[in-house]
């Protein structure tokens, strides 16, 4: 069975870090992966993604500079360090792969 | 703001079928595969269309996917009320070096 399992998110203050973690099973992992987003009754944005050897990855212009994707495969798992937190990057964040889509982890930036 | 167009809903009865329209240009839907996207209310997204046509298993054939030049579609025959959700477009821009979603469509089952 296929599974995405994001983990890592919660409340933080604007300004402050946090770090998603997304492990796969039942796939094979070594294929590029992504991360999307969607605010509260917003649509899909796409956030980053990385090649299956971390060599290349890609950033949506409003979070350059802020997010870094990372990955292991050794561990199948995927992160998010997310640092300079805003308002307006409170949403679910999806852990993605080609054909699959985790259950996602909200993340809420608030004072 | 998106740079995929997508009608913002579309309607019809059961049995019947509707098309959602995904509207782009040469940088993104013109020179790379799209992908299809359902989201159930209160649900993850899951992959409908891949590769322009290509349906992953388990997804019925009633969805099909189609794209010429800077646009695509999908179809949806014999709708269901199952059917009710959101439905988004996504492709790689090269411009952008990002991967774009278009604006949504919200599918209602009348």
């Known amino acids: 069975e296929v599974q995405l399992v994001e983990s890592g998110g919660g409340l933080v203050q604007p300004g402050g870090s946090l770090r998603l973690s997304c492990a796969a099973s039942?796939?094979?992992?070594?294929?590029?992966m992504n991360w999307v987003r969607q605010a509260p009754g917003k649509g899909l944005e796409w956030v980053a993604n990385?090649?299956?050897?971390?060599?290349?990855?890609y950033y949506v212009d409003s979070v350059k500079g802020r997010f870094t994707i990372s990955r292991d495969n050794a561990k199948n798992s995927l992160y998010l360090q997310m640092n300079s937190l805003r308002a307006e990057d409170t949403a679910v964040y999806y852990c993605?792969?080609?054909?699959?889509w985790g259950q996602g982890t909200l993340v809420t930036v608030s004072s | 703001q998106s740079v995929l167009t997508q009608p913002p809903s579309v309607s019809a009865a059961p049995g019947q079928k509707v098309t959602i329209s995904c509207s782009g240009s040469?940088?993104?839907?013109?020179?790379?595969?799209v992908s299809w996207y359902q989201q159930l209310p209160g649900t993850a997204p899951k992959l409908l269309i891949y590769?322009?046509?290509q349906r992953p298993s388990g997804i019925p054939d009633r969805f099909s996917g189609s794209k010429s030049g800077t646009s695509a579609t999908l179809g949806i025959t014999g709708l269901q009320t199952g059917d009710e959700a959101d439905y988004y477009c996504?492709?790689?821009?090269?411009?952008?070096?990002?991967?774009?979603f278009g604006t949504g469509t919200k599918v209602t089952v009348l």
């Open positions: 993605v792969s080609k054909h699959y």
């Open positions: 039942g796939f094979t992992f070594s294929n590029w």
């Open positions: 990385i090649k299956q050897d971390g060599s290349e990855k």
């Open positions: 040469n940088s993104n839907i013109g020179n790379d595969f």
């Open positions: 590769d322009n046509n």
């Open positions: 996504g492709t790689w821009d090269s411009s952008l070096s990002a991967y774009v």
